[in-house]
Structure formats: C-alpha cells, structure tokens
C-alpha cells in the first residue's frame, strides 16, 4: 500500500464517501488510490465547484467534504470553494496534489506556495509527508470537525503519494463539542430573560451543527418566544410554526426591521455574525447572545449577558428553567407574518420570480431539499420560501460566491439520493456553472435546474439604479427570448414563460431519471421594489 492509499483509507474511515475535483498528471496517484479504494472521485467541470460540492457533502452527512485539485492553477481555482466552507462554517478536507518535494520552491511550470494561498481560508494547511501521512491527516480532519467547523488544506506531492506506507491506520477523529457553558452564565441568561417583557430569538448558523436541533424548539416553546432565522438557519424550526416570523435581512427587511424594533431583547441563538452583523439591524435593544463563540459586535451593541459553549448544553439549560412570561400574542406574531408575505408578492402584470418560487415550493414534497445561488433571486427566496426542517434549504451565505447552487445541488443529491432535490439559479450563476450539468448528467441524477431568466445580473442592476448610477454591464443577454436549445451537454431543456407551464415541467423533471434544465422566464421588475426595502 502506497501513502496515497493509505490517505484514501484513512478518509473512508472517516465517513467521507465522495470527493470531487479535476485531475491532473499529478493527482493520478490518488485518483487511483480512490478507484482501488473504492472511493468515489466526481469530475466537475471546475475545481471551484468541486470545492463548493465538498461543502454541501460536509453541511449534509457531518463528515467533511472531500475537494481534489492540482497544484497552481488547479489551486487556485479551488480556492473558491474552500473559502465557501471556511466561511461557512463547513469541515472539509481541500487535497492540492504537487510536484515532487525536492522540486519545491523552485521556479517551475506551475508551482506556488500552496500553503500561503490557503492560509487565510482555512482552518490549517499542513504538507504531507512521508513516515507522517497517518498523523498529519488525523490531525486535519480533527481540526475540520472541531467547532467552528471549517476546511483543512493537504498537500499532497507526488513523490509521498507514490511511497509504500509506512504507517498504520490511525484512530479515526472524534470531533469534540465545546465545552459545557458556565453555570454562573445560564443564571445571569435567565435573569436578563426574566426582566424582559417582549423578547424575540433569532437563530443562526451555528445552530445548524447542534447535536439535537430539537433543542431550538422545546426552549422557543417552553418560553413562548417569537423567533426569527438567518438565511443559513432556515428550518431548524419548522417555518411554519406559529412563533416564526420568518427570515431576517433578506428581501422587505425593513418590515422585519420594524417588527424587532417592538422588542425589548433579542436572544440570538447561535447566531454567527458572518452571515450579517449584529449592529446591521438591532439598533438599541439589549441582546443576549447565546452561541460557541463570543459575540463579534461593535460598541453600539447593547449586550446584557451572553452564554458561550456547547449549544446543546445551553439550550437544555435555558429549556429546564422554569417558564418566562412575555407579552407577544399569537395574534400580533400571525398579522406581521401575514403582512410580511403579502409584502413579498407583489401584483405584477408579467410571470414574476415570486410566482416561480412559490410554484417550486408547491411541486417539491415537504421534505425536500432546495438549493440555490447567490443574487437577487437570493433575497427573494430566503424572505419567501418556507422550510420545515433543518437541511433543507441550501444556500451560501458567509462567502456568498456565485456558482454555489448548481453543485451544490449535485453534492445534495448524492448525499440524500432519497429526497428530492430543485435547484432553483439565476441566469448569471447558470452562465457560470452549466457545466455542471454534464456531472449530474453522468451520475444519473434526478435534478430539476429552474433557470430564473430576466436577462440581468439582477442584484447589481439593482444596486445600480438605487445608487443613480447607469445600468451598465449587468446585462446578460440583448438579442429577444427565443426557446432553450433542446439540450445542455445532453441534458434536456425546456422553456416555460407563465406559472401552469412551470408547475407541469417541474413536476415531470421531479420523476425524470436525469437532470432537466426548465428556463422560466420572468420580468424581474419588482426587485427594485422588494429586494432591499
């Protein structure tokens, strides 16, 4: 057995089941150390989407993500992807394959310092080596597991992959949780939760990686608090829930701005401030930050207490302490809501991207899973879209890069190849990653791609009148709308211009036995109106 072996072996045991990437002569070994090995090795068509694959696979399973690429531009391609994961907060093992160890540093055909380009996006970069390859990859996927999660770098030279192993099979990582918060901090929690009279949570991405997300729920219950979401977070809790009043700082978020300015706490709940800060919206109430790490907040925040350490310990804290009193009606939470909703459609007299989402939600069975890109139809989509449990709801939010939903989608499905999977992009992301579809295509996925057409970058078309600046270079198309072509590298396509014609192509493409590319075409007007006010 060879070192690159031994790595693939060491992976397996680990929980990974796929990595993605594009080959090269040097990252031959280990591709055939996966094939031996059986390891599956998923091509895609650029290493960026390899790593934004890996991140998904690591959100999806709690096993990191496995990201493949060679080494110069191969790196920095993929660096993409792995800051996507640091980011967001997702464990992923980032494999750059190099030249020989003696060929280092010096002035040759694609050479860089691999470990300087990944330094400042992941949690470590370490070089493997031989008589160490055992350890070194111990050592990583420990550090991609320990909270906050996020992507170790390996660099793997030829040389070490192709040298017999020397080592035995190490102890598989155990990731270990935080430590259990302090008792003199739950108190201190309580007495601020108790003086408070309308207290809201809003629950964040840390959550997402609780042991026992059912903890979020039994304290919202147990105190009857209203509670919000970040984008990342959606569905922890059941949106549907009478206490939610939906997704922050996303599309109308001046209404929800409004309605947390009636409280007099917020509770963040393992609320991550690399999806937006704290001071982006709380102005003058007190908060309470209940979270793995420190709250990162400017000193206009006012923070009465907070409660840092392992999640589930807290919650369970805070849920077995007798229940608090507030004065929120059930009533008051349903009529913002309504009102919230109501904001986000409004009538138009052309096919509208709210009328698209809300068909996709509609055809996708309740336990299914929505990926999508970053844009406007971001904004749009994280304020409308209903998600009743965790994992769901597949979006990127600390890097926000475009090109995260297409393979992202590809990663979802292989992970949970028993739920169906829509990914739902705009035409600017489906420019950038379509050849991804010849991936799903060779996996046999069953992947519906609702294409959202308006012909613009959107979010910057946007940004562009708001600013009174002219519309330039955001236009993706000039030429009038004419139908798809019949097929994307062999995937068929199917145009749709109206809400009938979508619900039936969705609802064909969900029973298709490959990947379909449905292209709505909307006018995308109402933006403007809804996307920032």
Avoid at 150 to 162: K, M, N, Q, S
Avoid at 259 to 284: C, K, M, P, S
């Amino acid at each position: 057995m060879n070192n690159a072996e031994l790595l693939v072996q060491i992976l397996k045991a680990s929980g990974i089941s796929h990595g993605f990437g594009v080959p090269s002569g040097n990252v031959l070994p280990l591709m055939e150390a996966m094939r031996a090995h059986d390891l599956p090795f998923v091509l895609t068509a650029h290493e960026g989407s390899a790593g934004f694959a890996a991140d998904v696979m690591g959100r999806l399973t709690g096993a990191p993500g496995l990201a493949v690429a060679t080494l110069g531009p191969g790196a920095t391609n993929l660096a993409t992807g792995v800051g996507d994961a640091f980011l967001d907060r997702s464990p992923m093992i980032a494999v750059t394959c190099n030249l020989d160890v003696a060929q280092h540093g010096r002035r040759i055909q694609m050479y860089i310092d691999h470990h300087r380009l990944f330094a400042p996006i992941t949690k470590a970069s370490l070089g493997l080596r031989q008589g160490s390859v055992a350890a070194t990859t111990a050592e990583a996927l420990r550090i991609a597991l320990a909270e906050p999660a996020g992507p170790v770098h390996l660099d793997l030279p030829e040389d070490v992959a192709l040298a017999p192993a020397v080592e035995e099979m190490p102890t598989p990582a155990v990731p270990q949780p935080p430590a259990a918060p302090d008792g003199a901090a739950i108190a201190a929690a309580l007495a601020v939760l108790r003086r408070a009279s309308r207290p809201i949570a809003v629950i964040g991405a840390s959550a997402m990686r609780m042991a026992d997300v059912g903890l979020l729920r039994r304290f919202i219950e147990k105190h009857d608090i209203p509670f919000a979401s970040t984008t990342m977070a959606k569905g922890l809790i059941d949106e549907a829930h009478p206490l939610s009043i939906g997704c922050i700082e996303r599309a109308r978020r001046q209404i929800q701005r409004r309605f947390l300015q009636r409280t007099d706490l917020v509770i963040g709940l393992g609320y991550d401030t690399v999806e937006v800060e704290y001071e982006a919206w709380i102005g003058n109430i007190e908060l309470l930050h209940v979270d793995i790490e420190e709250a990162d907040i400017a000193p206009s925040v006012r923070l009465a207490s907070d409660v840092i350490g392992n999640l589930d310990n807290s919650l369970a804290a805070l849920s077995d302490a007798p229940a608090v009193d507030n004065g929120w009606k059930l009533a008051e939470i349903a009529a913002h809501r309504d009102a919230f909703q109501s904001a986000l459609r409004p009538d138009v007299p052309e096919f509208a991207p709210h009328q698209a989402i809300d068909i996709v939600r509609k055809v996708l069975p309740r336990d299914g899973i929505l990926t999508f890109d970053v844009g406007a139809h971001t904004h749009q989509i994280a304020s409308q879209w209903t998600a009743h449990a965790p994992r769901q709801f597949l979006i990127t939010n600390g890097w926000s890069s475009m090109g995260f939903g297409l393979p992202s989608a590809v990663a979802a499905k292989l992970a949970r190849p028993d739920l169906p999977v829509v990914c739902v992009i705009g035409d600017g992301c489906f420019q950038m990653t379509c050849g991804e579809l010849a991936a799903a295509r060779r996996l046999g996925l069953c992947l519906p791609v609702v294409v959202l057409d308006d012909r613009w970058l959107g979010l910057i078309k946007v940004k562009q009148e708001r600013r009174q600046l002219p519309v330039y270079g955001t236009a993706l198309q000039d030429d009038e709308y004419r139908d798809p072509p019949e097929h994307y590298f062999g995937v068929p396509a199917v145009g749709v211009r109206d809400g009938p014609a979508l619900r039936c192509a969705l609802a064909d493409a969900l029973r298709a036995t490959g990947p379909t590319v449905i292209e709505a075409v909307v006018d995308a007007d109402h933006y403007s109106e809804t996307v920032f006010d």
